[in-house]
């Protein structure tokens, strides 16, 4: 496997350096209320920091250089000065949605490009038929976009609505655990994309469970929430079973150690919370493999089975830089 780009292991303030993408289209409302009322089409445009890999949507109304600049502008406003915008051409994107083809292919890049040199900033394309070389983006537009449509379904909702959506769902995916914050075995706090842009966790009160309950019998507001609970739901088992690295059966799996920091696959958890914990004890079989473990965490100590749980990557990177000093 080669080595990173350079830009993704350079220290650097969140979103200095930004991969951006499109997701869409998705159908709007024009106006309120539960009558027939005309939908329009708009997209979301996917900001994603290269570094710290903290997440940002923008909701764009139409495919159009103005639009663009205008939630670019949006973005800026926000999270501070861009240096570098990496992105797709035109090429790359076979099999996506035919308006956005026609867009990255019409539009003229050199009035973007004039209108971002004053502002120092400088647009990178990626080569030519190598979506590859945009893995970051590309797979968080896949899993935003699965989810998103599987949770919002056919309804269709307000621009404010859409919003505080795309609001709370940006909340959830920078909430996601990247790695333990110190190899202390007592220490059970991690960093995730919400420490580098408001120096704690991101965290939400906990509003009742919603998923049950049919729609008609939600108000609008309540609908949002239950949007949300929905896309939590599917997009935290997809983040766990990716953490989770699976051996051939002709290899030996991976050895799990004391202290290691672990993501505690357990149903039902409010969005925005994560069960953690360090794993104190091994409990190996007859055979001398291990599949359960018992786990330490601000709650107690859990006892839990190995594929209930996942190990945080980067796990031991404090001690290969011990190693390589020494």
């Known amino acids: 496997m080669g080595d990173l780009p350079r830009q993704r292991l350079e220290a650097a303030r969140p979103f200095v350096k930004t991969d951006i993408d499109y997701i869409g289209p998705i159908l709007i409302k024009e106006g309120s209320g539960r009558g027939k009322l005309r939908k329009t089409k708009a997209y979301i445009a996917l900001f994603i920091c290269v570094v710290t890999k903290a997440i940002h949507l923008e909701l764009v109304g139409n495919l159009t250089s103005e639009s663009f600049l205008a939630a670019l502008k949006r973005f800026i406003s926000r999270r501070g000065h861009v240096t570098d915008l990496f992105s797709d051409n035109a090429t790359n994107f076979k099999g996506a949605d035919k308006e956005l083809c026609n867009f990255f292919k019409s539009v003229n890049f050199q009035n973007v490009t004039d209108a971002l040199t004053p502002c120092n900033i400088s647009w990178h394309f990626i080569p030519p038929r190598s979506p590859t070389f945009g893995g970051l983006w590309e797979a968080n537009v896949k899993s935003v976009k699965r989810h998103f449509k599987r949770a919002v379904?056919?309804?269709s909702l307000n621009f404010e609505e859409m919003y505080t959506v795309l609001a709370r769902i940006e909340a959830c995916l920078n909430s996601r655990p990247l790695c333990p914050a110190s190899n202390d075995p007592n220490d059970l706090l991690v960093l995730t994309p919400g420490h580098f842009l408001?120096?704690?966790?991101?965290?939400a009160?906990?509003?009742p469970n919603l998923l049950l309950l049919p729609k008609n019998r939600l108000s609008r507001w309540q609908y949002i929430e239950q949007v949300r609970q929905h896309f939590w739901t599917r997009w935290r088992k997809e983040?766990?079973?990716s953490l989770?690295?699976?051996s051939k059966w002709n290899r030996p799996p991976a050895t799990i150690q004391p202290g290691s920091m672990v993501l505690i696959n357990e149903d039902n958890l409010p969005p925005q919370q994560w069960l953690l914990g360090r794993i104190i004890q091994l409990h190996p079989g007859k055979d001398g493999i291990t599949r359960v473990v018992s786990i330490k965490t601000t709650s107690g100590i859990l006892k839990r089975a190995v594929n209930r749980i996942s190990i945080?990557?980067?796990?031991n990177i404090h001690e290969e830089a011990d190693d390589k000093v020494q």
Do not use: I
């Not at 408001?198 to 965290?203: A, I, K, Q, R």
């Not at 945080?312 to 796990?315: G, R």
């Open 205 to 207: 009160p906990v509003e």
């Open 312 to 315: 945080l990557p980067m796990d």
């Open 239 to 241: 983040y766990l079973t």
């Open 244 to 246: 989770q690295q699976r």
């Open 198 to 203: 408001v120096g704690e966790p991101l965290m």
């Open 153 to 155: 379904g056919d309804s």
